[in-house]
């Protein structure tokens, strides 16, 4: 075919060839496919991969391959997900993509969505940053691990994480133990978070010394949260009074993230959205930083994505 040419890629560690390509090759044929417009053909030769395509695929295919070979460097146990994401680094590499370093394992953006969300959870001057948008895109763990981060670094000392439990009422109520114990499943995701980047064991310690606090809405009034990083997450499910609560709990060198999927609102009929109302009337706000993700962004099941797409089209439609 014209304007086809031939290229191996060999890694640098001929070990990694096999997790480079995935399981039954499925890497290989996820690079075939978001590189179909370029005819890419990849397939594993001996102790390396053969790339046959237009030049520009060609070589998207091998900025892949090496962003991903760099990835397995620092996460031998990558797998389908952070291979797509090295797609989208090939496919963009004017971006910036910083990692989140100082953790049991660097944490790196996988789309230009959590590069540009990670600058902003990282840049001075930004003290508010808002991360919406479906689950499954990071946005929760990425503002985990940007706050574990400060913490290592010794540039925050608490990293407080609060989020509301729409059912702690009357449903729970007859569960046995105090307010904190029956939220505790409430929070179970921000502690395997915290266990993935920290791990369990500094978790624990950091945890009985109340450098790591994670607690409910209810336990964030009448507090004033100085030199901190602030995480306020699942917000969709807060009121306005108790977003407003929340937002004005920051103190003096502190930095908070509010998290949300403004389509997930689990609160009563007619109860506004807290989250809502803070994008709307805090947009353009000095200091404030808005990301909005969308499906292309969600690094779950691939399934899920299309999942979303479906639902957010049947919105659209009943509109």
């Keep these: 075919m014209k304007g086809t040419i031939t290229r191996l890629y060999t890694p640098d560690n001929p070990s990694q ?66 291979f797509e994401g090295a797609i989208d680094q090939a496919r963009a590499p004017a971006e ?19 590069a540009r969300y990670i600058d902003l959870l990282t840049r001075p001057g930004t003290d508010l940053t808002f991360g919406v948008g479906p689950a499954g895109t990071g946005k929760t763990f990425l503002a985990v691990a940007a706050g574990a981060a400060e913490l290592r670094k010794k540039t925050k000392e608490r990293l407080i994480i609060t989020r509301p439990a729409v059912e702690a009422g009357e449903n729970l109520g007859f569960l046995p133990g105090d307010l904190e114990e029956k939220v505790e499943p409430y929070l179970r995701p921000i502690w395997d978070a915290l266990n993935e980047v920290l791990g369990p064991d500094q978790v624990d310690r950091m945890r009985e010394k109340k450098i790591i606090e994670v607690a409910p809405l209810a336990f964030m009034r009448g507090r004033t949260l100085k030199n901190a990083f602030v995480i306020m997450d699942e917000a969709q499910n807060a009121t306005v009074g108790q977003t407003k609560m929340v937002l004005t709990r920051l103190g003096r060198d502190s930095r908070m993230v509010v998290t949300g999927d403004p389509g997930q609102v689990d609160l009563p009929p007619k109860t506004p959205s807290g989250l809502a109302h803070a994008l709307k009337i805090l947009s353009g706000v000095e200091g404030v930083g808005v990301v909005e993700f969308s499906a292309s962004d969600v690094r779950r099941h691939a399934l899920v994505s299309r999942i979303i797409r479906a639902y957010d089209k049947d919105a659209e439609a009943d509109r």
């Design 96 to 114: 910036s993509y910083g990692s989140l370093s100082g953790l049991r394992v660097p944490v790196m953006p996988q789309t230009k969505t959590q």
């Design 17 to 82: 060839l096999q997790a480079i390509c995935g399981p039954q090759h499925r890497n290989l044929m996820k690079l075939e496919m978001a590189l179909i417009d370029g005819k890419l053909e990849a397939e594993s030769q001996g102790g390396s991969i053969r790339l046959s395509g237009s030049p520009d695929a060609v070589a998207s295919a091998e900025a892949t391959l090496a962003a991903f070979e760099r990835m397995l460097k620092t996460n031998p146990s990558a797998g389908e997900d952070v």
